[in-house]
């Protein structure tokens, strides 16, 4: 077999596997009558401040599963103002309806500083990459246990949407799982066992 035969089939397993992994973590709950928030979960913006792929990806996703009274809140130290000011010029979402976190700089701080930004007893539902998404749940579970009822997952999953991000994504999350298992782990997973 030649070299090119052998690059085309690893990336097409590879494809295969990214694929398979968002599509196991998608959950979707049907929507309810009880207010509702999407927690966006940010991520580092583009050259110049500029939306990056992935802050698009996941302001689309939030776009997507917005009804029509649902608020937003946007998380993230130097990416929420760029998501937010996306989700408003593409989506036409009213400024009203966005909150903005800008103090978090991972997804544990994410989860636990935008909890009190959302008025409790309503729906949550988090909103980024299918696998991120569920951790951000984990996360949320770990950190409010008192409003883990509140968790809905959101519609994220889409057969062929974003191949490479989610290669990329699944590839990450591959990645932190190692770390939680190495013997000094890192900074988020000694926060994340010191909240169990």
Known sequence: MNLGRVVVIALGGL???AEAAHRRAERYDVPTSAAET???LGCPPGRHGHPSARQRWRIDLAARNARPAARFVISGAHEAEVMAADLIARHGIDPARVTLEKHATNTWENVGRSAALIAPGGIVRIVSDPLHARRGERYWRLRHPGRAEELRAAELYRFGEHPLLKIATAGYEVL???LRYRPSGSRIWQQVE???
Do not use: K
């Open 15 to 17: 494809w295969a596997a």
């Open 38 to 40: 999407l927690l966006v």
């Open 176 to 178: 932190l799982r190692g």
């Open 194 to 196: 010191a909240a169990r």
